[in-house]
């Protein structure tokens, strides 16, 4: 992790003032001051983070009763668990004594929470058990001493939490996906594999990555030979086109190359990004894979490869890649202004055979290979925005859309929080 040293002089007038000239240069990268001012990184916790729906975990995560695992944003830890009635919750690790973390072991099964501090006891639906001798206080209510909920949305065995208790739920924006998406049938799926890329840069820089294809032709050999969203749409529409007229009969899908577009400042509810669209692998290829070949059974409902692959976004930071044979989530969480989680999760339907019916290796090969050109590109990118000589260049008008969506919600929130 790099050490961003504190500018003394930051202030919300200098974020004012940054946020102006930010107005006064659209279509354009920001300023290195929003990838490195601690105010900002602070505010954006706050205002966007906070309060946007980001994906916890699948349901199969936790699969039995008192199945537990942690989850971390910024310097927060969440407790995603099934309480002993089976019901899926999100609770902030903080006991409500003290504040001690009351839980240390990332994943696990446990019927109750014990405090290592002074040993509260919390059940697994967050509710307080017993505080040791607190009865001596005649005011002290135990049900008013339960961890602090956080709101959760499960849709298709994906489990989305938003920490602002006032958000609306997000099962409503999510609906418009549910025949595209709900091809692969992802309640009925497993989490084949997944890794968390440490990534040391800004979080913004790693999402901005991955909301443009500008980069896919020139760091992505790989990717880019196999997937047609590395050119612009006029080169290849008649590739896309073919494959939308026949996806719904090869698939056997009514919907499945259906175009939903509601993200950042246009979408539904704050922080509740929902989009999708389906996009064409080059001729020969059926998945994403190193040859193109498949590399696990067909998902889902899916009869056949339509060469085709479902685009997602689920939320600001959460989006998914959906081949017929297997899906790819990828979320991105800050943890300093200087410390990214990049998490990329391989889910395969359940009923499949890790060394009979797929190999962990060659499932991963292409978006491990493809995440790892990112880190260095995105470490290569961090380096340059840091630097005091930077000066923002121009965004393309077509391969940098949706980056500009992100970049317009994100100056417009920090905008209209300047007073708060
Ligand atoms: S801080 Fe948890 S019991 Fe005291
Ligand atoms: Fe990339």
Redesign the pocket.
Same mark, same amino acid.
């Given at each position: 992790m790099q050490f961003i040293a504190e500018d003394l002089e930051d202030s919300t007038e200098k974020l004012s003032g940054k946020l102006a000239a930010e107005k006064a240069r659209p279509q354009h990268a920001i300023d290195r001051y929003f990838y490195r001012s601690h105010l900002v990184y602070e505010r954006e916790l706050k205002h966007l983070i906070f309060r946007s729906w980001i994906y916890a975990c699948h349901a199969s995560e936790l699969q039995e009763k008192n199945d537990f695992l942690l989850f971390d944003i910024g310097e927060e830890s969440i407790i995603l668990t099934r309480d002993s009635a089976g019901e899926i919750r999100a609770l902030h690790n903080i #006991? @409500?004594? @003290?504040? +001690?973390r009351?839980c240390e072991e990332k994943c696990g099964n446990k019927k109750t929470f014990v #405090?290592?501090?002074?040993?509260?006891v919390y059940n697994t639906d967050g509710t307080l058990k017993a +505080? @040791?001798e607190m009865h001596m206080r005649s005011d002290f209510d135990p049900k008013e001493h339960g961890l602090v909920a956080i709101q959760t949305t499960v849709f298709m065995g994906l489990v989305f939490i938003n920490c602002n208790s006032e958000a609306s739920d997000f099962s409503k924006p999510l609906e418009n996906l549910r025949k595209p998406l709900g091809a692969y049938n992802l309640e009925k799926a497993k989490v084949a594999h997944k890794h968390t890329y440490q990534i040391a840069t800004n979080w913004k820089l790693v999402l901005e990555n991955y909301l443009e294809c500008y980069h896919c032709a020139t760091s992505h050999r790989a990717y880019a030979k196999s997937h047609t969203l590395k050119d612009v749409y006029e080169k290849v529409e008649p590739v896309v086109e073919k494959m939308l007229e026949n996806t719904e009969k090869i698939t056997g899908i009514k919907g499945m190359g259906k175009d939903y577009d509601r993200i950042y400042l246009n979408a539904e509810e704050f922080g509740a990004c929902v989009y999708t669209s389906r996009y064409a692998l080059y001729d020969g290829y059926k998945t994403g894979s190193e040859d193109g070949e498949p590399v696990a059974p067909l998902m889902g409902n899916i009869k056949d490869y339509d060469g085709g692959t479902g685009d997602f976004q689920m939320g600001p930071l959460s989006f998914m890649l959906n081949y017929p044979d297997h899906c790819v989530l990828y979320r991105f969480i800050p943890r300093s202004i200087t410390s990214t989680d990049m998490e990329l999760v391989w889910f395969v339907n359940e009923d499949a055979k890790e060394g009979t019916d797929y190999d962990k290796d060659k499932l991963t090969w292409l978006w491990h290979h493809t995440s790892l050109e990112d880190e260095y590109i995105i470490n290569r990118n961090s380096e340059g925005v840091n630097s005091r000589f930077f000066k923002p260049g121009p965004y393309h008008p077509e391969f940098e859309e949706q980056l500009q969506a992100f970049v317009h919600w994100y100056l417009h929130t920090l905008e209209s929080t300047l007073n708060l």
């Open positions: #006991c @409500r004594h @003290r504040g +001690a009351i #405090c290592p501090y002074h040993g509260w +505080a @040791r």
